[in-house]
């Protein structure tokens, strides 16, 4: 169960950790003051219907405030941060309400109803004032220059990447609420419900509306997990059951979890013996989440682990290496293994091992990959390694020089499963990794658990 007294003790040093972290980022860069935006909501093109709300990560990041646009949050370390909440009159909507919290005793807090009361309830701008955010009508009178500059956006984006405990706690309680979802979609699949009937399910099971999702959520019935990104939702449940995929996370504060599981209606087979075996691959990569590790060397070893499980069943005739060297394993796993989790589901700083350091490149036919540097504490990463029976890659490779090393009559009788994939999110450590997801699932386990022998 959620403790907000737990979450209403360690923001305070979060908010003093990030301070400290900007006056270094602000020095190194010039600056002296920094000046973040909420964002705005976006009007439909010819339409009067404004898009879900999304906030500005950099806003989010110094306070749980993630549903009022238009705010503004002023920042100079040694001074309390001034926050500019906007709340206009009105009644067609309801205005943007300030939490009875108590982070909001940290801030100076400014009510503002317009562009023009924002300028006169923030410090006046000057040289070496920054701006990050979104352009909006109106941001040039309040008369910013630095606008989103890229290197101190660098500065920031790479202390993102190390979360605070505080930041921890939110991770851990989207973990939870996902986990539930989870729960309820894998009990609406086993009723034989529809697409639309098991996301709904979710929805309820994590307590989230649509438009509060972390991101799209994937319910992938049968030849329809193969879509990497699968975006419908049949209405109408098939005949036969084979698979669920559902790629699907909530959030807690704004941090949100990914978290994705593959469950089968068959109790035997070859399909089932490949979810099993790409568990156990999951798990042992979950492992080697240690600091030092170089990510890339990681993604690599999850195509060799994967290689010779298709080899084990029969899917390909080639030794791994050979099928990671020729891209045989590509085919089947054409995505990377996972990717940097914060403010954002696919969170920034995942190429730079430095602010001032060019990009590192991933390893070549592996440009899915969205992380390539060496682990450390602090780090939160996802592991998604999968099995995909994928039309288009494998209509390819069967027009190929691979094609001989390819079983393709049992392909062709794996193809209406779609595909497998197993996502965990993981906090990395000084020692062994944090699995927020699995400990999430042990917690609710053991709350069922007790519910029914009291």
Not at 102 to 129: Q, Y
Not at 383 to 408: S, T
Request: hydrophobic letters at 40%; charged letters at 20%; one cysteine or more.
């Amino acid at each position: 169960m959620f403790n907000p007294e737990e979450l209403n003790a360690l923001y305070p040093s979060h908010l003093k950790t990030l301070m400290t972290r900007l006056a270094d980022s602000l020095s190194a860069e010039g600056f002296d003051s920094l000046v973040v935006h909420s964002g705005c909501q976006r009007v439909a093109f010819l339409d009067d219907q404004a898009y879900p709300f999304r906030v500005n990560p950099h806003f989010n990041w110094w306070l749980p405030l993630f549903d009022a646009p238009q705010c503004l949050l002023h920042l100079q370390p040694g001074h309390r941060p001034i926050l500019a909440f906007h709340s206009a009159a009105d009644y067609w909507h309801k205005p943007a309400q300030l939490p009875n919290a108590v982070w909001t005793a940290l801030f100076d807090i400014r009510s503002i109803d317009s562009v023009s009361s924002a300028r006169a309830a923030l410090p006046p701008p000057n040289a070496r004032t920054a701006f990050i955010g979104e352009p909006f009508d109106g941001l040039e009178t309040l008369g910013y220059t630095a606008i989103n500059p890229a290197s101190l956006l660098r500065r920031l984006h790479e202390h993102r990447v190390r979360k605070t405990a505080y930041e921890l706690h939110c991770l851990r309680e989207a973990s939870l609420r996902g986990a539930r979802g989870h729960g309820a979609a894998r009990h609406a699949f086993t009723q034989g419900e529809s697409e639309y009937g098991i996301h709904q399910a979710f929805l309820a099971g994590c307590q989230h509306r649509e438009q509060e999702l972390p991101y799209q959520a994937i319910v992938a019935l049968n030849e329809n997990a193969a879509t990497l990104h699968y975006q419908s939702l049949d209405r109408i449940a098939p005949a036969q059951r084979r698979t669920l995929l559902i790629d699907a996370g909530a959030h807690h504060n704004g941090y949100p979890s990914d978290i994705t599981r593959t469950y089968t209606s068959q109790t035997g087979g070859d399909f089932a013996a490949l979810l099993n075996g790409l568990e156990a691959i999951q798990a042992m990569l979950c492992a080697k989440v240690q600091p030092g590790t170089d990510w890339r060397d990681l993604h690599l070893t999850a195509h060799r682990l994967i290689a010779a499980l298709l080899q084990e069943a029969d899917l390909i005739r080639m030794p791994p290496d050979e099928a990671l060297k020729t891209g045989l394993s590509s085919v089947f796993l054409p995505h990377g293994l996972g990717h940097l989790l914060g403010l954002q589901v696919h969170d920034v700083a995942g190429f730079h091992p430095a602010p001032d350091q060019p990009a590192v490149a991933p390893p070549a036919g592996h440009d899915a990959l969205r992380l390539t540097r060496v682990l450390e504490p602090g780090f939160v990463v996802t592991v998604e390694p999968g099995i995909y029976f994928i039309d288009l890659l494998l209509d390819r490779a069967r027009r190929g020089p691979l094609a001989h090393a390819v079983n393709w009559p049992l392909i062709d009788t794996l193809r209406p499963y779609g595909g497998i994939r197993i996502e965990d999110n993981l906090a990395v450590t000084t020692s062994t990794p944090e699995n927020l997801t699995r400990s999430a699932f042990d917690q609710l386990a053991r709350q069922k658990a007790d519910a029914t022998n009291p």
